[in-house]
């Protein structure tokens, strides 16, 4: 890319480790996120997309410093932030928020709306300096909420309004990067419309960059500028949206959008089936973690690993066939 990214991650990894087994000398662990890569631009969203248990929450959580990567590095504008200390990481936390999947387990149920919302602000030190109700209420109305939500606990919000709080919550401090994991998922289909068009028309005014989690290919072509498919814990495929949807490259990914719903008789392209089960994360497959899914398998996708390599301009692909 041209312009330096914003957020640039390198090598990330997060292995999360077993309990020792009885007279076993070492610890199995669970390959959650193996060497993860990817850029996001100012202003851009990148849509993360896979089967669930493909490590997409667990990349998002990582960039955040929410669990603490094992390896890898994350930039943020140009500057590394896995190995600030407590001080300077809560500090960075200003510019970065998290909209979590449920928008009722999110939420404190024993907190009104306001204390939900100023507590952001108190931990920042701007609750002193500034009319805090003024900036709740103004926050509230960012996300199309009216001002007498202010004094209600979120058991007296729908799904929907809980997530507007949620969004507002991590918009308060005005950050320019949002990790979006699955914000929608637990949603109607209807209001998964309306807080899709509210986090673009935000994106918008707050020149905000997203990180948006989903299994929902609609939703993320809909969203995404750019979008990455992951694996077993591997991005298998990086592309700019229209150039994914209308080639791809890997055989997973042939086979996620070949999957979609089409609502026009006949245009339905030819349905790909996947052989047996996704493998374990704590026993990867050897070479190609695909492989023993994969129609086409050769012998060097059993024995070495791809790298994710650019294969047309701006389209990136971990396949030895390609």
Request: hydrophobic share 40%; aromatic share 8%; with cysteine.
């Amino acid at each position: 890319m041209d312009k330096s990214p914003f957020l640039r991650v390198e090598n990330l990894k997060k292995y999360f480790f077993l309990p020792k087994r009885f007279l076993s000398r070492s610890r199995g662990k669970i390959y959650a996120v193996d060497d993860v890569s990817f850029e996001i631009q100012a202003g851009e969203t990148l849509g993360l997309v896979g089967e669930s248990g493909c490590g997409k929450t667990t990349v998002g959580r990582s960039i955040l410093r929410l669990i603490e990567p094992t390896a890898g590095q994350v930039f943020v504008e140009g500057k590394e932030i896995c190995q600030l200390a407590a001080s300077q990481m809560k500090n960075m936390r200003q510019y970065m928020q998290m909209i979590f999947q449920d928008p009722y387990g999110s939420l404190s149920p024993r907190m009104r709306i306001f204390t939900i919302l100023k507590e952001p602000l108190e931990v920042f030190g701007f609750s002193q300096s500034l009319n805090a109700k003024k900036v709740v209420a103004e926050a509230l109305d960012r996300v199309g909420l009216r001002p007498e939500y202010i004094n209600r606990f979120p058991h007296e919000l729908s799904g929907g309004q809980r997530q507007r709080v949620a969004i507002a919550r991590a918009l308060i401090l005005h950050p320019r990067l949002i990790v979006a994991d699955e914000p929608v998922s637990a949603l109607d289909v209807s209001i998964q419309a309306q807080i899709i068009n509210l986090m673009v028309r935000l994106q918008k005014e707050m020149g905000l960059s997203y990180l948006f989690i989903s299994h929902d290919l609609s939703v993320i072509k809909y969203i995404s500028d750019r979008i990455a498919v992951m694996y077993l814990g591997k991005i298998v495929e990086l592309a700019r949206r229209d150039d994914l949807y209308r080639k791809q490259f890997h055989p997973y990914t042939e086979a996620l959008l070949a999957a979609i719903p089409k609502a026009k008789a006949g245009s339905h392209p030819k349905r790909i089936y996947l052989h047996g089960e996704v493998p374990s994360p704590i026993n990867p497959p050897s070479g190609c973690r695909f492989h023993p899914r994969c129609g086409d398998c050769r012998k060097e996708c059993e024995e070495i690993e791809p790298s994710l390599k650019e294969v047309s301009h701006g389209h990136f692909v971990a396949c030895h066939l390609r």
